[in-house]
Each structure stands twice: as structure tokens, then as C-alpha cells.
């Protein structure tokens, strides 16, 4: 069974920063490639990140590209999701799920397993 779970959300100002981090309980992790999602009030399910197995290959939503950074470490079976020069619109839940794919995908019905998410705020 896989578990992930999220951590280090909280409310912020715009312009502030937050490193959400996703601790996994498979010892698989280093094969898994793995992404970020977020799901605001009333929204569907976005896609905000990926990154492949080696952390070699990531991709971005167009809407925090720039700002977010998405970064892996096996040893520690964790991912994290570096955020800065947030904004209001970023205030949502934000889960991590793991990949069935190996190659870079966008669509959250190619991941399986899900975390409970961690919620961000940022306030004007």
C-alpha cells in the first residue's frame, strides 16, 4: 500500500513563499515519478507540477512556472514543492499523487495514488 502524505502548507501573505513537502511510505519511491495537483473551492482538480523518476524531467503549469519548483529527494522518499511569489490565486488544496506513467503527463487520471492534501492561503 502507498501512502503519501503532505505537510507545510499555511496561510501567507502575496509575495511569500512556502515548501510544501509529500513523505512517501513506498520504498519504491526512487521508480515512481511523481506530480502536484491543486483543487481550489468550486474548481476542478489542476495540474501544477511533475518530475520523473532520476528528478531529471519536470514540467510546470503555465500558471506558476517561474514561481514553483519541484524537486525530489530518494533517499528520504520525499517530494517537495518549492513556491515563492505567491498569490491569491494560489490559495487551494494542494495534493501530491504518484504517476503511473514514467514520461511527463498532466492528466490527474494518470496518477493512482493520492495524498490528503495540505492547504495553502495566501491573502492580498
Known amino acids: 500500500q502507498v501512502q503519501l502524505v503532505e505537510s507545510g502548507g499555511g496561510l501567507v501573505q502575496a509575495g511569500g513563499s512556502l515548501r510544501l513537502s509529500c513523505a512517501t511510505s513506498?520504498?519504491?519511491?526512487?521508480?515512481?515519478?511523481m506530480g502536484w495537483f491543486r483543487q481550489a473551492p468550486g474548481k476542478e482538480r489542476e495540474f501544477v507540477a511533475f518530475?520523473?523518476?532520476?528528478?531529471?524531467?519536470?514540467q510546470y503549469a503555465d500558471s506558476v512556472k517561474g514561481r514553483v519548483t519541484i524537486s525530489r529527494d530518494n533517499a528520504q522518499n520525499t517530494l517537495y514543492l518549492q513556491m515563492n511569489s505567491l498569490r491569491p490565486e494560489d490559495t487551494a488544496v494542494y495534493y501530491c499523487?504518484?504517476?503511473?506513467?514514467?514520461?511527463?503527463?498532466?492528466?490527474?487520471?494518470?496518477?493512482?495514488?493520492w495524498g490528503q492534501g495540505t492547504q495553502v492561503t495566501v491573502s492580498s
Open positions: 499523487a504518484r504517476s503511473t506513467l514514467w514520461s511527463s503527463t498532466t492528466n490527474y487520471k494518470d496518477y493512482d495514488f
Open positions: 518530475i520523473n523518476r532520476h528528478g531529471g524531467n519536470t
Open positions: 513506498g520504498r519504491f519511491f526512487s521508480s515512481w515519478a
